[in-house]
């Protein structure tokens, strides 16, 4: 077991009180699964989240969370990897609210992956064309942008 210590017991407090808001997920999402993938503790991490302004789509997005002994190995504690999969499926009748009907779209899901610098984010972009909602996800940074994608799309045409 590792263990941190601390010379005053208000900077243990304070240090766990921090880390905890940094990671907060920002986020409606819950969590239904999780993959261990090696023995460091290491996860795949799947939420769920329903659009907040479209009834009847859920989408699930997988990433990767890394574990402690991972984070003291590579010196980075704060930070997770980019990398994220997303699928989006009608789970009800689709009752389309009021949205962003530009193609920039408008952002419907948001967790951080480092305390600061990145955050896990996807988009909803409406395709009118083709009757179709399109969910990117996509890691946002302040620098360096990440070429990391994953999409998924739901129809909206109903025969």
Same mark, same amino acid.
């Given at each position: 077991?590792?263990?941190?210590?601390?010379?005053?017991?208000?900077?243990?407090?304070?240090?766990?009180?921090?880390?905890?808001?940094?990671?907060?997920?920002?986020? $409606?999402?819950?969590?239904? *699964?999780? #993959? =261990?993938?090696?023995?460091? !503790? +290491?996860?795949?991490?799947?939420?769920?989240? &329903?659009?907040?302004?479209?009834?009847?789509?859920?989408?699930?997005? $997988?990433?990767?969370?890394? *574990?402690? #002994? =991972?984070?003291?190995?590579? !010196? +980075?504690?704060?930070?997770?990897?980019?990398? &994220?999969?997303?699928?989006?499926?009608?789970?009800?009748?689709?009752?389309?609210?009021?949205?962003?009907?530009?193609?920039?779209?408008?952002?419907?899901?948001?967790?951080?992956?480092?305390?600061?610098?990145?955050?896990?984010?996807?988009?909803?972009?409406?395709?009118?064309?083709?009757?179709?909602?399109?969910?990117?996800?996509?890691?946002?940074?302040?620098?360096?942008?990440?070429?990391?994608?994953?999409?998924?799309?739901?129809?909206?045409?109903?025969?």
């Amino acid at each position: 077991m590792i263990r941190l210590a601390f010379n005053c017991p208000t900077a243990g407090r304070w240090f766990a009180t921090c880390f905890s808001v940094f990671c907060a997920s920002t986020s $409606a999402a819950e969590q239904v *699964g999780n #993959v =261990d993938v090696d023995w460091l !503790g +290491n996860d795949i991490v799947i939420e769920a989240f &329903a659009d907040p302004d479209v009834d009847g789509v859920t989408c699930h997005v $997988a990433y990767f969370e890394r *574990g402690l #002994v =991972d984070r003291l190995q590579k !010196g +980075n504690w704060f930070e997770d990897p980019s990398n &994220a999969s997303i699928a989006c499926r009608q789970t009800g009748p689709i009752q389309v609210g009021e949205i962003d009907r530009s193609d920039e779209g408008e952002n419907v899901f948001s967790e951080r992956r480092s305390i600061i610098w990145k955050s896990l984010n996807v988009k909803r972009i409406l395709d009118s064309e083709n009757q179709t909602l399109i969910y990117i996800a996509h890691a946002r940074e302040v620098q360096n942008g990440s070429a990391k994608m994953s999409i998924s799309t739901v129809p909206l045409y109903q025969p």
